[in-house]
């Protein structure tokens, strides 16, 4: 059964961090591109970032390039967000996602998701 599973959101003040990670089970981890999305209460799914099943290229949102990070580590099926300056409109469900196609930033470009995990950030 393929699975993904994201923890370490919480509660944090504006200009704090956060760091996100996502477990891989059921899948060939390696050859899979991911991609954080996110969706706060009202608003569709926005990109967040992407990296490659390589880990050589990496995408971000204009919202949060020179903010965040992802990294991924192939041996522990993992991959992370190292979320920094976080701002109260970071707030929202974050979600792992899985997928082989050639696009980026779309969420049809990905076919398995992670439950999420919830981020507020405080003014």
């Known amino acids: 059964q393929v699975q993904l599973v994201e923890s370490g959101g919480g509660l944090v003040q504006a200009g704090g961090s956060l760091r996100l990670s996502c477990a891989a089970s059921g899948l060939t981890f390696s050859i899979f591109n991911m991609a954080w999305f996110r969706q706060a209460p009202g608003k569709e799914r926005e990109f967040v970032a992407h990296?490659?099943?390589?880990?050589?290229?990496?995408d971000y949102a204009d919202s949060v390039k020179g903010r965040f990070t992802i990294s991924r580590d192939n041996a522990k099926n993992m991959i992370y967000l190292d979320m920094n300056g976080l701002k109260p409109e970071d707030t929202a469900v974050y979600c792992c996602?899985?997928?082989?196609?050639?696009?980026?930033?779309?969420?049809?470009?990905?076919?398995?998701w992670g439950q999420g995990t919830q981020v507020t950030v405080s003014s």
């Open positions: 990296i490659s099943w390589s880990a050589t290229g990496t």
């Open positions: 996602a899985a997928g082989r196609r050639l696009g980026i930033g779309n969420p049809s470009d990905y076919d398995t």
